[in-house]
């Protein structure tokens, strides 16, 4: 196996790690750790299918290739998650700045999640271009 195979199956191994933690961490850019992982170990192609064959992973991957968006069901997981874990962590540092950043940093995050999981090429929900 070439060198370059090597290190590029190690960083997809790597990223996907990365993508990983994003599942315990609100904040973590799950999305674009996940993709690239997944893009590195395309000169391994057993070892991508086994990382397709975890279903964490190849939703986010085969969403992106389709562009269809996200399921209402992972949307409202992790629009759950996160907020619960910063409004945990607002009450932990009792800070009023940090607690407004805290706010400025869930609502970004909350419009990325909602921005990726309309399915690209369709109208909205509501659109009359429907």
């Known amino acids: ?34 993709l690239a992982g997944a893009a590195c170990l395309t000169g391994t192609p057993k070892l991508r299918e086994k990382v397709l064959r975890i279903s964490f992973f190849r939703e986010y991957i085969e969403n992106y290739q389709s562009r269809r968006g996200l399921s209402r069901k992972t949307v409202a997981k992790s629009l759950i ?5 910063l409004i945990l962590s607002m009450f932990k540092i009792s800070r009023l700045p940090l607690t407004f950043l805290l706010m400025l940093v869930g609502l970004g995050v909350t419009l990325h999640i909602l921005w990726i999981a309309k399915a690209k090429g369709q109208p909205a929900e509501g659109d009359p271009a429907k």
């Open 1 to 34: 196996m070439p060198i370059r195979v090597i290190l590029l199956t190690a960083a997809g191994l790597f990223l996907l790690a990365l993508g990983f933690i994003g599942i315990f961490l609100p904040v973590w850019p799950t999305t674009p750790f996940v």
């Open 81 to 85: 998650f996160l907020w619960g874990m």
